[in-house]
């Protein structure tokens, strides 16, 4: 079947099967920070925006995705950079594998809550998997450049 | 301490925003959507000969390309363990075997044009099989009737004790004193078993390859893995092709933790490309990681400690059963670390030790190497018998520890007789008692409402490298401009050694770690190294980093001394170039650089390799607090503090989540990771549905810091930090429960059902 | 690997309803338990240009669409000041936030899983179902209703009025399935209970014995836990045995009620 979609902001028409997941779909399209890290929609890898909501691309139909947005981390490049400094000089992304959905899932929860607790990062961002850090690194990282984005705000820098 | 001027300070990964942007770098992601797909039809009996296999009906699906059955493999047996050769593991596999040995052993390789087909024929593949009575249970493997590998082509190169008509995959017994004539003179001896699951290191990214004919016609293999040399001599072996047609490189790897020290997947498409000639696949399934693998090899170590009634340490006798599964991967190697990983720790006053062990066959997944490496189950037993004995003896089991702890200068009996040069295991303590508070944790705290607080502590150590063993090399090479390239076969993994070494060469070039571009491995390219593993990388291709620069900046004064027409002995190296040391010349990087590359003899590069007699341990101290809660026997981790001497950390923040991230996969196999099978020996557990890995609501708050010491053997007074930091989690959690609940548990993982069940509350 | 044949967005409930019928179509909720199924699947028929996925406040209940993915019920503040915040705590635990934006009330629902803790939470709230074809009836018959019926449930209902809820459940990760899960309401003095994850489906006790008749102490709440506990049935599995089950539900059952009295 024939499907058409926008996909970080550029309308596609693609030719795909009935059970094509959304993640094979993005893949296909060059998207290849969309990952795939388990088989039981645990492990928050291939976690996407969905008309801005973040959901699992490995569980949803591509099929279901025709006339809305889709956003993977190539579309959300500039919105990314400001934030995921603040994880590298944790040294917290580590492996790199989990990273692009981590951070689509801290950009939808820095929209929805920009000024999120500790607990609330933590249970926002339950459903992402990270087996190397440890976690604490990343928080850290959120932590500072939620720092650093008040005193800029506030023009204290 | 010395003052560095690169070592020491924390930085960012050379790789941290590619990773971070999620840009294309892993092995699905840089090689062709439309290679061939390789699966492997699985076997669903934990012991059977394949009497008959039919695939003619999945040949006939669209796309199908190929099916291989036994008939078709090599028949030389070889080994899938990536260590040195010749490797320590008995060689006991065949690419395909008639005789299949767990449940999820290969029994034939499928490719095809697409996924879909692949999966359809799958289904199409008849295979009759000779049931066989499997042998499950670890505990009676050995002299067992029935024998995991009756074949005489079964062969084990190295003198470990192996013995195939016994189960056995290695087997010895060492010690120093009459460790009997001692244990009966203590005034209490502790003597228990403890008991640790084949945990899974559960890297992000699954294990996968790429093959494809290169324009040589050689089999050029882009992998995700931590040692491609060993990759490339095994796959070679399982092919039955000579070494010299096999090219394996690394991208980026999306984590290992030792799993990626076995060549798991990478024979299969390897296979399908020599034969095919065909670009090809394989992708894991996070199933198939969890049922066909390479997990920690499951162990019951039983522990004799005896003490004096002040609570001096003064024998300790380890036993150890290890479960290697249906292969013998790292099953030599793995199990000696249960024993001299975790005596050695209570050198202080020890008389006597005796290390004794046993590995075997069974019909369940084979193991492989997992972060602790035997440590890990060690540690869990001795640090546990420690624990009872502070309850026994009613003493803080800090101070007993520190009664006993190994201090640097010391001799280690149980550690090959080496001795610790740098050790800071005491500071640890104290530290760690500080800024955890443990005087006002350690008292048992009831909450309430039915919880209680409670706190635990352990000890950890490992080595660096292996001693006499393990190989490093690095090159360093100057280039246009003055920049350097730094070129290993050591496998970055997410761990940051590409950044750490190019940390070590700036700090011997006393340049910028930015002058420094880092590539690797390759197996064409790089030099030779052992690979990741072992807590090698930082110590010994480290080491090897800092003299392949010391060469390098005497290869550059002598290239300046022809520019500066002098002698090398009026020339001395700084940072951006090379001055006379009467300072009337200068010479820059860039111009060496240049001059380097006309009519000149003298190489603008070093290629040093390195090995060591020693393996120096760094050591750690954990400690946590719980609550938990009576009724239900659930534990929350609240507080996992700890200090950590690894000598000198080069880049602190990378030896921090270093840390962090041992700590959180030591917590998951405490409390939740498990691996049970079903009667006819399916491992439940295989997806991340049942087999729970942390989250970030699962961990609590962590607390690192460092206590420094100088390991004079390591570069920039370096040891090891990799391995050592899952070791302290598991026998801390056990003491806090024992605390809060008043039961030991010894076998993990202790789960809220096991604690409420045997506490006798609610 | 779950296999489609082809993909229908029905265009209204009529049409889905019919193509429902066939034994190889199914109707996709949030597909997270039905893509890991090894199945082939001739029609998949897809509910979601039917505006089911939108939670309504009407005078006397809330009306919400099969389609509403769980994390929108845990964050509407109605139905969170209605339950006292048990929505959020039965929802919260669900795997994680991309999880919860796919999976739907009706898929939850429709399955009536053992684990599930939306139908643990629902069956004490006093829901009604809507099923296109069956009519609108009590969450309770909805529960026994044979599983083979070939029907779409179109939206659940929520009665409004003076309720205390409260929801625990006992997992052994944060974000497991749950080993047990335990809802309780009061409204009028009544109570209800309802208990899941036995692993069986969720099951729902009142207080027949008048056991919590002369109020909630921690005496009559143990009486009462200790009760359901005797008399619901629990089964073994990888996350707990049924002796466990049994213990902890007592604690859960006097922890629920307990807690009620608080609000």
């Given at each position: 079947m024939e499907i058409q979609l926008t996909l970080n902001g550029k309308k596609l028409t693609c030719a795909i099967e009935s059970d094509t997941l959304l993640i094979d779909l993005v893949r296909q399209q060059g998207c290849f920070s969309v990952k795939r890290g388990c088989e039981t929609s645990n492990c928050g890898l291939c976690t996407v925006l969905l008309d801005g909501t973040p959901v699992l691309s490995c569980s949803v139909l591509a099929a279901r995705a025709a006339g809305h947005q889709v956003q993977t981390l190539e579309g959300l490049q500039e919105e990314a950079e400001e934030f995921v400094g603040f994880i590298a000089d944790q040294g917290a992304e580590q492996c790199g594998f989990c990273n692009p959905g981590y951070v689509i899932n801290t950009i939808a929860l820095l929209r929805e809550n920009p000024d999120p607790t500790d607990d609330q990062i933590r249970a926002y961002l339950a459903g992402n998997l990270c087996r190397c850090s440890g976690y604490e690194g990343q928080l850290r990282g959120i932590r500072n450049y939620l720092n650093w984005r008040k005193e800029e705000r506030h023009g204290n820098v | 301490m010395a003052t560095y001027k690169v070592v020491g300070t924390s930085m960012r990964k050379k790789d941290s925003m590619q990773l971070l942007l999620g840009k294309p770098l892993f092995v699905d992601d840089i090689t062709p959507q439309d290679a061939l797909v390789v699966k492997v039809l699985r076997s669903p009996h934990p012991n059977a000969l394949v009497e008959e296999i039919d695939s003619s009906k999945a040949l006939l699906v669209p796309g199908m390309v190929a099916v291989y059955t036994y008939q078709d493999s090599p028949q030389e047996r070889f080994t899938m363990a990536g260590q040195t050769y010749p490797e320590p593991s008995p060689r006991d596999r065949l690419l395909l075997d008639r005789h299949v040995r767990f449940v999820g052993d290969a029994v034939a390789i499928v490719a095809g044009e697409t996924e879909k087909a692949v999966d359809r024929a799958m289904k199409l593949i008849k295979v009759r099989y000779q049931v066989l009575e499997p042998l499950l249970d670890f505990h009676k493997a050995k002299d067992n009737p029935i024998l995991i590998h009756p074949e005489d082509s079964w062969n084990a190169p190295c003198p470990v004790g192996a013995d195939n008509k016994r189960n056995l995959c290695a087997s010895d017994t060492c010690g120093d004193g009459d460790v009997e004539a001692v244990l009966s003179r203590c005034d209490y001896v502790v003597e228990h078993t403890y008991q640790v699951k084949a945990c899974q290191q559960a890297m992000m990214e699954t294990f996968r390859t790429y093959t494809e004919m290169d324009r040589y016609g050689r089999l050029h293999v882009v992998s995700s893995t931590q040692i491609v040399f060993h990759c490339r001599r095994i796959i070679a072996n399982a092919l039955g092709i000579p070494k010299s047609k096999v090219h394996v490189e690394k991208p980026r790897i999306g984590g290992g933790f030792g799993a990626k020290q076995t060549v798991v997947a990478e024979v299969y498409p390897a296979f399908v490309t020599w034969k095919t000639g065909r670009p090809a696949k394989m992708i894991y399934t996070r199933q198939e990681c969890q049922t066909a693998g390479s997990p920690r090899h499951a162990m019951d170590v039983t522990v004799r400690l005896g003490a004096t009634k002040d609570g001096t340490i003064r024998a300790l006798d380890v036993y150890t059963l290890s479960n290697t599964g249906a292969y013998g991967e790292h099953g030599p190697t793995t199990v000696?670390?249960?024993g001299h990983k975790s005596i050695p720790l209570y050198t202080g006053g020890l008389e006597a030790f005796r290390f004794s062990y046993d590995v075997v066959y069974t019909n369940v997944q084979s193991s492989g190497a997992y972060r602790g490496y035997g440590a890990t189950q060690g540690i869990f037993a001795v640090e546990s018998a420690v624990n009872e004995l502070a309850d026994i003896l009613h003493m803080d089991p800090a101070a007993l520890r520190e009664k006993n702890i190994v201090r640097e200068g010391m001799v280690m009996p149980a550690y090959y007789y080496e001795v610790a040069n740098a050790c800071a295991l005491d500071q640890c303590i104290s530290r760690c008692k500080e800024i955890f508070n443990w005087d006002a944790k350690y008292p048992i705290r009831d909450m309430g409402n039915g919880k209680v607080r409670a706190a635990g502590m352990a000890l950890s150590m490992q080595g660096s490298a292996i001693s006499n063993c393990d190989v490093g090399s690095a090159t360093i090479k100057l280039g246009d401009e003055g920049f350097y390239n730094l070129i290993i076969g050591a496998a970055d993994m997410g761990t940051g050694c590409d950044t750490i070494l190019a940390m070590i060469a700036a700090e011997t070039l006393e340049c910028s770690p930015d002058d420094i571009v880092v590539f690797g491995a390759d197996t064409d390219a790089s030099p030779y190294d052992s690979g990741s593993y072992a807590s090698s990388t930082t110590y010994l291709t480290g080491k090897a980093t800092e003299k392949a620069c010391l060469e390098l900046r005497d290869n550059m004064c002598a290239i300046a001394a022809s520019m500066l027409k002098c002698d090398v002995s009026q020339l001395e190296f700084q940072g951006d170039g090379v001055y006379r040391l009467d300072g009337t010349g200068f010479v820059s990087r860039g111009d060496i650089a240049t001059a380097s590359m006309v009519n000149n003899c003298v190489p603008a590069q070093a290629t040093v390799t390195h090995s060591s007699p020693v393996s120096p341990p760094p050591f750690m101290v954990g400690m946590v607090e719980i609550e938990l809660d009576r009724e239900t026997g659930s534990v929350e981790v609240l507080n996992y503090s700890s200090v950590v001497d690894c000598g000198i950390p080069i880049a602190e923040n990378l030896a921090r989540i270093q840390a962090e991230g041992g700590i959180v996969q030591g917590i998951g196999m405490a409390l939740w990771e498990n691996v049970t099978y079903t009667p006819q020996g399916r491992v439940l557990e295989d997806s991340f549905m049942q087999y729970k890995i942390p989250t970030r609501?699962?961990?609590g708050t962590l607390h690192v810091e460092f206590a420094y010491s100088h390991e004079p053997t390591g570069p920039y007074g370096a040891k090891s930090i990799g391995e050592v930091v899952i070791n302290t989690p598991a026998p801390a959690i056990a003491h806090a429960i024992f605390r809060a609940t008043g039961v030991w548990h010894r076998s993990l993982p202790i789960t809220p059902e096991k604690i409420l069940m045997e506490t006798g509350h609610g | 690997m779950l296999k489609i044949g082809s993909y229908v967005r029905a265009k209204s409930l009529e049409e889905a309803y019919t193509l429902s019928q066939k034994r190889s179509s199914v109707i996709l909720g949030g597909m997270l338990w039905l893509k890991m199924q090894n199945r082939s699947v001739q029609t998949a028929v897809d509910l979601?240009?039917?505006?089911?996925d939108k939670i309504e406040e009407q005078e006397d209940c809330f009306s919400i669409g099969a389609m509403v993915p769980l994390r929108a019920l845990e964050i509407h503040p109605g139905l969170q000041a209605l339950t006292q915040g048990a929505m959020a705590e039965a929802l919260k635990h669900i795997v994680g936030v991309q999880f919860r934006n796919v999976a739907t009330l009706g898929g939850s629902l429709y399955g009536r899983f053992g684990f599930s803790d939306v139908l643990t939470l629902f069956q004490v709230l006093d829901a009604k179902v809507e099923l296109y074809h069956h009519g609108v009836m009590s969450i309770r018959e909805f529960a026994e209703f044979p599983r083979n019926t070939r029907d779409l449930l179109v939206r659940v209902t929520v009665p409004k009025g003076e309720r205390r809820v409260c929801y625990l459940s006992q997992r052994n990760t944060a974000t497991d399935f749950p080993v047990l899960a335990c809802a309780v309401s009061e409204a009028g003095g009544h109570y209800t209970c309802a208990v899941g994850a036995r692993p069986g489906p969720a099951v729902v006790f009142t207080d027949e014995e008048g056991l919590l008749k002369n109020g909630v102490s921690r005496e009559s709440g143990e009486a009462f836990g200790a009760w359901v506990a005797n008399r619901a049935v629990f089964g073994s599995n990888m996350r707990g045995s049924a002796e466990y089950r049994r213990k902890i539900c007592a604690v859960l059952v006097r922890r629920c009620l307990m807690q009620l009295e608080e609000v």
């Open positions: - | 000696g670390l249960s609501l699962d961990m | 979601c240009d039917l505006g089911l």
